[in-house]
């Protein structure tokens, strides 16, 4: 999924470790978008669920490798 997701930050590598919000700000301000516009696509809800909907940013959970991804078509475009 590497090549589908820009930026892809890895804790270990900007010194900031989810769920600490810090990590989000960063894949924001490397955006360049106001959170309302990014998605944030992870398998936990505390590590990454929490912290990313509390700077208001969409969170889309994957429970496994199989998990259908159309649905975050749908969260895009409003249809939750």
Partial sequence: LEECFSP???SSEVGVEKPDVEIFRK???LL???PR???HVGDCEDNDGTPARQLGML???VDSVETDL???LELC???Q
């Fill in 8 to 10: 892809l930050l890895i």
């Fill in 27 to 29: 894949a924001l301000n």
């Fill in 32 to 34: 360049g978008l106001p």
């Fill in 37 to 39: 516009d990014v998605l």
């Fill in 59 to 61: 969170f889309y959970k």
């Fill in 70 to 72: 159309s649905g975050v």
């Fill in 77 to 79: 475009a409003g249809e």
